[in-house]
């Protein structure tokens, strides 16, 4: 089997990027192919999970076709700016239009060194690969923009980090591996061609509407910004915390990247910070919204020189579509807090109830999963006997409900029957994702990394045989810290 390659990535100019072939690994293992995935981008997935198809998945046998190669690009993390980052552990192997003619990237991780590793060994281990494949998968089920997994594999290589682990390399998939931080890595070193060349690039690639516009570039920037708030919006509307939000983790075409101490929240608390990195709680779950705005700015500060000749104008237009991100979050946030509520229609104090509801659960401590999908029980006929009960203090959410049910008197109710579609069900939580990796790692048991991929494949549908996974850690199970995915 050959692979249809369509590589445009590689026929940029040398410096986007360094050739690298993967390293090879000793003992190659399947570990999960997506066979859906497989079928969508064209792929066979008998021939992936043949002994040359996992070879490839390994990185020890280069596909016809493949070109791989290690991204540059920079980055401000935590705040602090890093003129090179590039994939030090990742190679993108190639390009491939789906069956639906999308682009997309496939790339591997953990695939060894590279001109751009620094300190560190290129490699992956099997924990954090389960752990984004699993999460990756649930996000796309639940809707929200991703990037997909393809395949994990073991290598048979032990990896020192503060102990031996398993090695492993994961299979990604994106409909695109540029970042906020490929645009800062031109800008960074002042190199205007190479900028514009970029800047093009993911207008042809990714915004080619914004090609007709009179001001192209001004276009990226204001459809990009538009696409971040939608993302942001959908992870606040979900209780997802990516925990990571550098600028070199956050992708041009809005897709959730780079998963490594992410999480979703159990009880609902803004200041939420699970990533073990994250000491001053920068990228706190209540903080998403205006990290985001800040690293956009990064990129309108970026793209100043193809903005305007003149320097002034640049920056009066960068300022123009950086300062509708706050409106257009709050839009795109609105839309889906009021399906979540189950309104069908619009009115002024939406989101004050929603964020009445959403302090109230802070306060009393409840499940922010449990209680969205309770609510929709409730306005479906159900009993508010067990949402009630997800309150340290029922009373405070019976005081909302009769807001709640005043508003919903004034709305259509066109909604409500829909309810179940905007309150999922089954999200990985912590403890269960935990579980998996342990049964993983200790006794090379993948039966329940299959069981719950299966459980998070459908979050929205009731699934009464698995309700035990809808559930919240019980005292002693809660995992309060994540870490990063080196
Ligand atoms: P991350 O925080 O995982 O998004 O990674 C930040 C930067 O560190 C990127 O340039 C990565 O390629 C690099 N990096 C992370 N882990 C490793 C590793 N084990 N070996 C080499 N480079 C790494
Ligand atoms: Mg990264």
Not at 153 to 182: D, K, M, W, Y
Not at 205 to 232: F, K, M
Request: contains cysteine; hydrophobic residues 45%.
């Amino acid at each position: 089997m050959t692979i249809a390659f369509d590589n445009s990535y590689a026929r940029l100019p040398p410096r986007f990027f360094v050739r690298q072939a993967p390293a090879a690994v000793p003992e190659p293992k399947l570990v999960r192919l997506n066979r859906d995935l497989a079928i969508e981008l064209g792929l066979d997935p008998d021939y992936l999970a043949s002994p040359d198809g996992v070879a490839m998945l390994a990185g020890n046998l280069v596909a016809e076709g493949s070109e791989p190669l290690a991204m540059a690009y920079a980055g401000h993390q935590f705040g602090g700016w890093s003129p090179q980052l590039g994939d030090g552990r990742a190679l993108l192997l190639g390009e491939v239009i789906d069956k639906n003619g999308q682009r997309r990237d496939i790339q591997l991780k953990g695939s060894g060194r590279t001109p751009f590793s620094r300190m560190g060994d290129g490699r992956a281990v099997l924990g954090p690969v389960l752990r984004e494949y699993m999460i990756s998968e649930a996000m796309a089920a639940l809707g929200i923009k991703t990037t997909r997994a393809l395949a994990a594999v073991t290598t048979g290589q032990q990896i020192a980090r503060t102990e031996l682990l398993p090695g492993a390399i994961f299979t990604r998939v994106a409909t695109s591996h540029i970042r906020i931080g490929t645009f800062e890595f031109f800008a960074g070193r002042r190199d205007a061609d190479g900028l514009k060349q970029l800047a093009d690039y993911v207008i042809d690639r990714h915004y080619p509407e914004a090609r007709a516009a009179d001001a192209p570039y001004a276009a990226l920037l204001e459809a990009v910004i538009g696409r971040i708030a939608e993302l942001i919006a959908s992870w606040q509307s979900i209780g997802f915390i990516h925990g990571v939000m550098n600028t070199d983790n956050m992708s041009i075409v809005g897709e959730t990247i780079d998963y490594g101490p992410c999480a979703f929240m159990d009880t609902y608390d803004p200041a939420t910070v699970y990533s073990s990195i994250d000491h001053m709680g920068r990228y706190a779950f209540g903080n998403q919204p205006e990290v985001a705005h800040w690293n956009l700015s990064r990129l309108a500060i970026s793209l100043l020189p193809v903005l305007h000749d003149d320097q002034e104008k640049a920056i009066e237009l960068a300022q123009l579509a950086l300062d509708r991100f706050p409106a257009r979050f709050r839009e795109a946030y609105a839309v889906r807090m009021r399906a979540k509520l189950g309104l069908a229609t619009e009115e002024e104090g939406d989101l004050a109830l929603s964020q009445d509801l959403l302090d109230r659960m802070a306060e009393g401590k409840a499940d922010f999963t449990l209680t969205f999908r309770r609510l929709s029980d409730v306005a479906l006929g159900g009993d508010a006997g067990p949402l009630r009960q997800l309150f340290q203090n029922p009373a405070s959410f019976d005081d909302w409900a009769v807001v709640w049910r005043e508003r919903l008197a004034r709305d259509t109710g066109a909604a409500i029957p829909l309810m179940h579609s905007a309150n999922p069900a089954f999200i990985p939580r912590n403890h269960r994702v935990q579980a998996v990796i342990a049964a993983a790692e200790g006794a090379g048991d993948f039966a329940p990394l299959d069981t719950l991929l299966t459980v998070l494949a459908k979050p929205y549908e009731d699934q009464p045989d698995f309700s035990q996974f809808a559930e919240p850690p019980q005292p002693g199970e809660e995992v309060t810290a994540t870490f990063c995915g080196t």
